[in-house]
């Protein structure tokens, strides 16, 4: 069983597999937006999850929605020091809650960090909402919960 990096209870499941989230992500950008930066992005995510926030391997649920420039509103005058482009990447991260604040920061840098470096995208046209939801809000599949509580 791989290492814990962070003190949140594992849930067990049924089969006696313990697992720690179960994220979904949507990733938001221009339609115009170069199919290589949609991977880097969708690739970023998913980088951070396993190596900062302790997703398992292989849970990679992503929803990418290209969108028409007019279709991606921000402030023009730009927002707590953060001057926008057409470039800008809307992510949302829906997991399982618990996470520290400290984990939460080091997230956010890790997907800003490799997106610029790899895309080319500047950091401040990275922006990322976290959702915390409970393990019994979730189905993946035939209509059950799997994570229910016992």
């Not at 980088?47 to 849970?59: C, S």
């Not at 604040?101 to 470096?117: L, N, P, T």
């Not at 976290?130 to 599949?141: Q, T």
């Amino acid at each position: 069983m791989a290492k814990r990096r962070h003190a949140r209870p594992a849930y067990q499941t049924p089969n006696n597999m313990e697992i720690d989230d179960m994220p979904l992500v949507r990733i938001d950008l221009n339609k115009n937006a170069p199919v290589e930066r949609i991977r880097i992005a969708s690739e970023a995510v998913y980088k951070a999850m396993i190596e900062v926030a302790n997703v398992p391997i292989h849970d990679k649920f992503q929803v990418v929605t290209r969108h028409e420039p007019d279709e991606i509103i921000y402030p023009q005058e730009g927002y707590l020091g953060m001057r926008y482009s057409p470039d800008l990447i809307i992510i949302q991260v829906t997991w399982v809650g618990g996470r520290s604040v400290d984990v939460k920061k080091r997230f956010f840098r890790h997907i800003a960090d490799e997106i610029h470096d790899r895309a080319q995208v500047r950091k401040e046209d990275v922006w990322i909402s976290l959702v915390d939801s409970g393990r019994e809000d979730w189905s993946f599949g035939s209509g059950e919960m799997q994570y229910a509580p016992k």
